[in-house]
Nanobody, 117 residues
Framework: QVQLVESGGGLVQAGGSLRLSCAVS????????MGWYRQAPGKQRELVAA???????NYADSMRGRFTISRDNAKNTVYLQMNSLKPEDTAVYYCYANGGRRGLDYWGKGTLVTVSS
């Protein structure tokens, strides 16, 4: 059983910061790309950021410059530092991990981030 457990979500005022963590555990053989998606009520799920095992990153335009993704391969953990948060960032944030081949993706259950104005 492969499990991804997110933590760090919560309520924050506009302009504040949060740090999300996602730890992968279980019988996963290898992990390649890890990252974060988010979904707000009534909207499609969208990419937030991704990071390869070698450290190459990809950000959605609206998050670039405010959010920073990082990972600790020894701990099988990916992080998302979220700064200058806006009410529009309110969403459930989901982490994912690719298991080393195409289509082998694992997902967490999500953590809610609420940004008040």
């Amino acid at each position: 059983q492969v499990q991804l457990v997110e933590s760090g979500g919560g309520l924050v005022q506009a302009g504040g910061s949060l740090r999300l963590s996602c730890a992968v555990s279980g019988s996963i053989f290898k992990i390649n790309t890890m990252g974060w998606y988010r979904q707000a009520p009534g909207k499609q799920r969208e990419l937030v950021a991704a990071i390869t095992i070698g450290g190459s990153t990809n950000y959605a335009d609206s998050m670039r410059g405010r959010f920073t993704i990082s990972r600790d391969n020894a701990k099988n953990t990916v992080y998302l530092q979220m700064n200058s948060l806006k009410p529009e960032d309110t969403a459930v944030y989901y982490c994912y991990a690719n298991g080393g081949r195409r289509g082998l993706d694992y997902w967490g259950k999500g953590t809610l981030v609420t940004v008040s104005s």
